[in-house]
């Protein structure tokens, strides 16, 4: 079981950045990729980025790629999205998830085994 709580989202400028964070529980954060979602006003939850359980891959969806970065630290049960020049239509509640894989990491949300609750992020233009 892995439970998932993010933090940092908030009010920002066209432009503006801010960093997210996932705290994650138990002892097996390691064992797992992590990925980000997002879910805008009236769309369909959408993949954003997504990391490898050792932290040595990464993949983007092309609306981000080049402004968000995720990290992790498996000392902290921590995973980051660092995000940067942000604009109105990256407003959405964003979504950390666990996926049990060894592997590079799914950009489909149906297989991820554990989501958080959620952060709005609200870019205002």
């Known amino acids: 079981q892995v439970q998932l709580v993010e933090s940092g989202g908030g009010l920002v400028q066209d432009g503006g950045s801010l960093r997210l964070s996932c705290a994650a529980s138990?002892?097996?954060?390691?064992?797992?990729?992590m990925g980000w979602f997002r879910q805008g006003p009236g769309k369909e939850r959408g993949f954003v980025a997504a990391i490898t359980s050792s932290g040595g891959s990464t993949v983007y969806a092309d609306s981000v790629k080049g402004r968000f970065t995720i990290s992790r630290d498996n000392a902290k049960n921590t995973v980051y999205l660092q995000m940067n020049t942000l604009k109105p239509e990256d407003t959405a509640v964003y979504y950390c998830a666990a996926e049990r894989r060894m592997g590079m990491p799914s950009m489909t949300s149906a297989t991820y085994d554990y989501w958080g609750q959620g952060t709005q992020v609200t870019v205002s233009s």
């Open positions: 138990g002892r097996t954060f390691s064992y797992y990729a």
